[in-house]
């Protein structure tokens, strides 16, 4: 059946019976493993995401940032 189909015929159903659609399908998901490797080289990617050879800023620098942001939201 496809996606489709299927959304039609889950639209046909009684709320109750929706519900219960829901409860199944997140009880399946819950019993399905993630495999480890899986989570592991996403959280790798992650990482090199946010890589920089740039210093963190201080605090001061992030208060600097945040009270431009203000000033250009609200003022302007």
Sequence with gaps: M???ELKAQVFKLPPSDRLALISAIIESLQNTPVPQ???SS????M???L?????APTDE???A???ERRV???LQ
């Design 61 to 63: 620098e992030v208060a």
């Design 65 to 67: 940032m945040l009270e």
């Design 37 to 39: 490797s899986d989570r």
């Design 42 to 45: 996403a959280i790798r990617r």
């Design 2 to 4: 496809l996606s489709q």
């Design 72 to 74: 250009e939201k609200y």
């Design 47 to 49: 990482r090199g995401l």
């Design 51 to 55: 890589k920089t050879d740039q210093p």
